[in-house]
């Protein structure tokens, strides 16, 4: 079946590196993304990496993925109180209508 | 662009009532979604349209149905509201399916009593 598992919360402290993990269970997804949530919004698109790739960078963000064990992961660097939100792991399933989406990592950051 | 816009963002509804959840998209996106939003479960698929005049279920339809009679506009509708639909209802659409991103609106918050 398909799954994306996430934890529930994480809690920082301002100027550190948050790690937002993720598993997921289908080996067909083709796009990998993470979302973010601020309150009383919708979701924004942060960024997303190809199944075939294990790492991507882009300015305080890095994606990478472990295909062998299912596993993505989120890293924000020198994390700032405006990251503080919920963060969504999704895949995409090729030729398909289906987006799975996990059930969101609510970030908290320390000042 | 505005991307993709709901209409109403708020609304209280009293069990039986029924109401129309608006989406537009200015990017001329084929494929368009309903999701859900409860708490600690994620989004949930309620149905989708691969294009104008086309739609089907998606993972949770029960109470709800759809219209896509133009391109750009998706309309929800819920004919007899019931508590269990109390959620943030999440319009998105794709230019095509997966891998295309998806683009996300505001949400609709909808409460019925």
């Known amino acids: 079946g398909e799954d994306v598992e996430q934890s529930l919360f994480l809690s920082v402290r301002e100027g550190d590196s948050s790690v937002i993990n993720c598993t997921y269970t289908?080996?067909?997804?083709?796009?990998l993304y993470w979302y973010k949530q601020e309150p009383g919004a919708g979701l924004q698109l942060l960024t997303y990496?190809?199944?075939?790739?294990d790492m991507k960078q882009d300015q305080r963000l890095t994606v990478l993925l472990n295909k062998k064990d299912k596993h993505l992961s989120l890293r924000i660097a020198d994390t700032q109180t405006g990251d503080s939100a919920i963060y969504f792991c999704a895949e995409s399933i090729a030729g398909t209508y289906k987006y799975i989406f996990g059930t969101g990592t609510r970030l908290k950051v320390l000042a | 662009n505005a991307g993709v816009t709901q209409t109403p963002k708020f609304r209280v509804l009293k069990t039986g009532q029924s109401m129309t959840l608006l989406c537009a998209q200015d990017m001329n996106h084929e494929y368009m979604y309903w999701y859900r939003q409860d708490p600690g479960m994620g989004l949930r698929l309620i149905h989708y349209s691969v294009g104008e005049g086309t739609t089907a279920k998606g993972e949770v339809p029960d109470g709800y149905n759809v219209s896509r009679l133009k391109k750009q506009n998706f309309l929800l509708g819920l004919e007899s509201a019931a508590p269990s639909q109390t959620s943030v209802y999440f319009c998105a659409s794709s230019l095509a399916g997966g891998p295309d991103t998806q683009y996300f609106g505001p949400g609709t918050r909808l409460t019925v009593l």
């Open positions: 289908d080996s067909s997804s083709t796009y």
């Open positions: 990496i190809f199944s075939n790739m």
